[in-house]
T-cell receptor
Framework: DQQVKQNSPSLSVQEGRISILNCDYTNSMFDYFLWYKKYPAEGPTFLISISSIKDKNEDGRFTVFLNKSAKHLSLHIVPSQPGDSAVYFCAASARQTGANNLFFGTGTRLTVIP | DGGITQSPKYLFRKEGQNVTLSCEQNLNHDAMYWYRQDPGQGLRLIYYSQIVNDFQKGDIAEGYSVSREKKESFPLTVTSAQKNPTAFYLC??????????????FGPGTRLTVT
């Protein structure tokens, strides 16, 4: 049972435009969300996170938005650059349960076209 | 230079053989994790350890075993009981609950091929 879902397996965007990657979750106990970026044959690298007490977190070109009522979060990359081409994973954690395990989505492959 | 190392990068084994994947971290993190990634799928948790000499099963622990004798090391053994062992294996670590941090930091991965 996939508790974190990324329904778009791939996304193509022109360089300089906005990339929007989406993620949905089903477990209402999730209260901390993370985005990771992964290149082929490498480990994922942490990008940005957001706590459920916030609805937006920004770090440079990356912004994560959280809509708790819809159980939905999104990652915005503006402007998109060719080096952003990678697989992006959404992950969630239920800190309030005392656990720090992460539940990952299946990933979205972003291709930024020069 | 702090980080997580996994060795080897590529590993080939014959069916029926046990194989141990190495994971070492020098980040002084309490918690360590093992995931596997298959094509088109997300990362699935195999085992995790919050502290030395303690570990817990994840979602897909069958056919795997781990040990945590030292804080910096968390080796994973893929046994012959694992039905589909060919995959990309990722080790991760985090500060742990006491540190209040939930970001996990990943190693470069080991691609295991069993024929």
């Amino acid at each position: 049972d996939q508790q974190v879902k990324q329904n778009s397996p791939s996304l193509s965007v022109q360089e300089g435009r906005i990339s929007i990657l989406n993620c949905d979750y089903t477990n209402s106990m999730f209260d901390y969300f993370l985005w990771y970026k992964k290149y082929p044959a490498e480990g994922p690298t942490f990008l940005i996170s957001i706590s459920s007490i916030k609805d937006k977190n920004e770090d440079g070109r990356f912004t994560v938005f959280l809509n708790k009522s819809a159980k939905h979060l999104s990652l915005h990359i503006v402007p998109s650059q060719p080096g952003d081409s990678a697989v992006y994973f959404c992950a969630a954690s239920a800190r309030q349960t005392g656990a720090n395990n992460l539940f990952f989505g299946t990933g979205t492959r972003l291709t930024v076209i020069p | 230079d702090g980080g997580i190392t996994q060795s080897p990068k590529y590993l080939f084994r014959k069916e029926g053989q046990n194989v141990t994947l190495s994971c070492e971290q020098n980040l002084n993190h309490d918690a360590m994790y093992w995931y596997r990634q298959d094509p088109g799928q997300g990362l699935r948790l195999i085992y995790y350890s919050q502290i030395v000499n303690d570990f817990q099963k994840g979602d897909i622990a069958e056919g795997y075993s781990v040990s945590r004798e030292k804080k910096e090391s968390f080796p994973l053994t893929v046994t012959s009981a694992q039905k589909n062992p060919t995959a990309f294996y990722l080790c991760a670590s985090s500060i742990g609950l006491a540190g209040g941090s939930y970001e996990q930091y990943f190693g470069p991965g080991t691609r295991l091929t069993v024929t």
